[in-house]
């Protein structure tokens, strides 16, 4: 009797240590992928959530191996995801929607990484509100994308017909248009505003299109910048999705947490040539990482408002249910 207890004890043991080894093996096998996640940004406040994680990165700090790149336009993200050149991209919100049509395979949105960001800059004392564009030429970027169909909504919610938008490149010849004409009317995003406001005395923050949007939409907020990853990415690689998640909200965390040291890194990457502009203007820049259900309840709400001022602003269509990824 003894000699059976014995034995059924040992097969126990024996039965326990093979589903601990199994577990260990599962384990190891869903953690060990060593695929580098190439990660692509714009050149402005959606990259700066993003340098601390870029500084580990390049250190070999991280767990995993990153590859950064940083773009000036919307559009050569999307190309270059079309192509399968980059896994993982930051781009203005609306554009993520319309990159789920032309990306073959689509692409699901991973997060939130940047809210409301956007700012009239003039010296003219006339203007405090959206409505005093009226008969105004206005300076901006982001044509095609976010900014252009956030302040085009906001214009026709206050009936300003006559109001004509100017698109440049890139944020940096906004500023340099005030700078030299301060009577001038743009709308740009930080941290592009605060170097624009130190390079002429005479220029002054008009107004927030943030303030602008809540006034005629209390439903959802402003977003200004998504995540998104190319769909059969996601597929065959969720853990390292998962992964990209955790150190981009680490990153976004350390950005209050370490003011100096992040504002350092925004001038190394090339974002803002002074660090004294970027410690101004970054607890204005609305940096976050909004994922899981929060995520598709404040993108959503958005997206629909866009898309019922004008369809082909998200691609002509509402995004499906599973372009929101919001689960592990």
């Given at each position: 009797?003894?000699?059976t207890?014995?034995l059924?004890?040992?097969c ?9 080894l199994i577990?260990?093996q599962k384990n ?7 695929t ?5 940004s714009?050149?402005g406040p ?10 580990e990165a390049?250190?070999?700090e991280?767990?995993?191996?990153y590859?950064?790149?940083m ?14 050149d ?11 929607a319309?990159m789920?049509?032309k ?11 940047t809210l ?7 010296g003219?004392?006339?203007i ?8 105004k ?5 982001g044509?095609?994308?976010t900014?252009?169909?956030t302040?085009r909504?906001?214009l026709?919610?206050?009936?300003v017909?006559?109001?004509?938008l100017?698109?440049k490149s890139e944020?940096t ?30 220029l002054k923050?008009?107004?927030?299109l943030?303030?602008?949007?809540n ?17 059969d ?18 990153s ?5 947490e ?5 504002a350092?890194l925004?001038?190394?990457q090339?974002?803002i ?5 970027v ?26 408002v866009?898309?019922e001022?004008?369809p ?8 499906p249910?599973?372009?929101?990824y919001?689960g592990?």
């Open positions: 009797m003894k000699k207890s014995s059924g004890l040992k126990i043991l024996l039965l326990l240590s093979l589903l601990l577990g260990c190891s096998s869903a953690t060990s992928d060593n580098t996640i190439r990660v692509a714009l050149k959606t990259t700066i959530g993003l340098v601390n994680l870029m500084d390049s250190r070999e991280c767990e995993h191996s590859e950064f790149t773009y000036t336009q919307g559009s050569d993200i999307m190309a270059a995801m079309a192509t399968g980059i896994d993982i991209g930051l781009v203005p919100a609306n554009v993520a319309v789920n049509n990306v073959e395979g689509g692409v699901a949105v991973i997060d939130i990484n409301g960001v956007l700012y009239c800059v003039s003219d004392d006339s405090h509100s959206i409505s005093d564009l009226s008969g030429t206005v300076y901006t970027t044509q095609g994308s900014p252009e169909y302040i909504y906001l026709a919610q206050n009936d017909t006559d109001c004509t100017e698109f944020a010849e906004v500023a340099a248009f005030l700078a030299e004409d301060p009577s001038g009317v743009a709308i740009l995003p930080q941290p592009f505003v605060t170097a624009a406001l130190t390079q002429n005395q005479e923050i008009a107004f927030s943030d303030d602008e949007w006034k005629v939409n209390t439903d959802c907020r402003m977003v200004t910048g998504v995540t998104v990853v190319r769909k990415f996601l597929e065959n690689h969720k853990e390292l999705v998962n992964a990209f998640i955790k150190d981009h909200e680490a976004t965390k350390k950005v209050s370490d003011l100096e040291g992040t350092a925004v001038v190394q090339g974002i040539a002074k660090e004294p502009i410690l101004v203007a970054i607890g204005n820049c609305n940096v976050c990482c909004i994922h899981g259900k929060e995520l598709r309840k404040t993108l959503e709400g958005y997206l629909e866009l898309h001022q004008d082909k602003s998200v691609g002509g269509n509402l995004p249910d599973e372009f929101y919001v592990k």
